[in-house]
């Protein structure tokens, strides 16, 4: 502790003493204004959410909705649709959305797409207290653009971080343990609370939506992940409209890869069984089934749409860039030979 011996008598006159002059500065350099401007204009688009679920008092036994989670979201249409990652209300009872000017409302859940990790709300509010986060393109982005995320980590809301892509086609795995192909990495801090909020390009636009960190801490460590703008902007107005993925379907029951290496088979997804008036039995498909003389040889699917297919995840995000009804080309394998085939596609039953 410090000692005040030798400090001076009280009762002598001490020292004049001001506060000092402020240094001037110059203006803010470019870097600086824009990151200011990005994050006036997007940080009203970017909304808290309070996943909520419920929980038995121990005394008095009512049930009553706590928080149990908190992440971040943002604005996507003037109709009040609130787009975030799936796993941020996963298990939820309800959840809340507080916007920027941190009024509150009860969201309902629209629909969501776990394989992708993406859940879309909806909150009932004036249009006026709305504002629709600007959109980009995820299909020109190069290594090294410098990027922005808003968001609430750890609670404290409207927290913007900036960095640059690390780098392009990651693939990161979602809470159904599917792959998600073509990630953007990052090296902007994401923490926990950012989940679902916007990825930014230096115009303020939309580019992804931060949904991973790869930290053993579970803290920011440079590397944070987020779902390409292009595939969100994709599968959410499928779940606007839909409420859930409807996945177009071939109609066929594929086998797993060990097939392929027992039967010496190509790369590709081998067909064992082809549902009945579905639209690879009328495409002509033609499964693998068992002989007198041992296994015939059926078809394999090598592409879609000219994309290659080596697995079933290969197959099913092919299929889901597409919609039910469309007409897509599918490359076959049989007995050595190949061929093309039209198909026109059905909805899935799952």
């Given amino acids: 502790m410090l000692s005040l011996a030798g400090a001076p008598d009280p009762a002598q006159a001490r020292p004049a003493a001001t506060p000092r002059a402020v240094a001037p500065r110059g203006a803010l350099d470019a870097e600086e204004q824009n990151n200011i401007a990005v994050f006036k204009n997007v940080s009203p ?22 928080p149990q989670g908190t992440g971040t979201g943002f604005v996507w249409d003037a109709q009040g649709h609130i787009v975030t990652n799936f796993h941020v209300i996963q298990g939820a009872n309800a959840a809340r959305v507080t916007l920027a000017d941190q009024s509150s409302y009860k969201a309902e859940l629209v629909g969501a797409f776990p394989d992708r990790d993406l859940a879309v709300l909806r909150i009932q509010v004036p249009e006026a207290k709305l504002k ?18 808003i968001g609430n ?31 953007i990495q990052t090296d902007a801090a994401i923490n926990p609370g950012n989940s679902g909020g916007p990825l930014l390009d230096s115009a303020g636009r939309l580019i992804g939506v931060n949904t991973a960190i790869y930290s053993p801490s579970g803290a920011s460590a ?12 994709r599968i959410v107005p499928r779940l606007i409209r839909d409420g859930r993925m409807v996945r177009p379907a ?11 290496r027992a039967l010496g088979l190509p790369k590709g997804v081998a067909i064992v069984r082809v549902q009945r008036q579905g639209p690879a039995a009328q495409a002509g ?10 296994v015939v040889q059926g078809d394999v699917i090598t592409t879609i749409n000219g994309e290659a297919v080596a697995t079933l995840d290969d ?12 007409v897509c080309t599918v490359t076959l394998w049989r007995a050595g030979q190949t061929r093309q085939q039209r198909v026109t596609l059905a909805a899935s039953e799952d």
């Fill in 153 to 183: 980590p750890f609670g404290l809301d409207q927290s913007l971080t900036t960095g640059i892509i690390s780098a392009l086609g990651r693939e990161i795995e979602s809470v159904t343990r599917r792959p998600i192909k073509g990630a």
């Fill in 285 to 294: 498909f033609k499964p693998f089934s068992r002989g007198d003389g041992g």
């Fill in 250 to 260: 071939l109609g066929v029951t594929t086998a797993p890869p060990e097939w392929n």
């Fill in 45 to 66: 688009s970017v909304v808290n959410i309070t996943a909520l679920g419920l929980e038995r008092d121990f005394l008095s036994l009512n049930v009553q909705q706590v």
């Fill in 222 to 233: 440079g590397i944070g992940f987020a779902i390409p703008v292009d595939e969100v902007n």
């Fill in 132 to 149: 629709p986060v600007p959109l980009g393109t995820s299909r020109d982005l190069q290594v090294g653009q410098k990027v922005y995320a």
């Fill in 315 to 326: 197959m099913l995000t092919a299929l889901e860039k597409l919609q039910p009804g469309d």
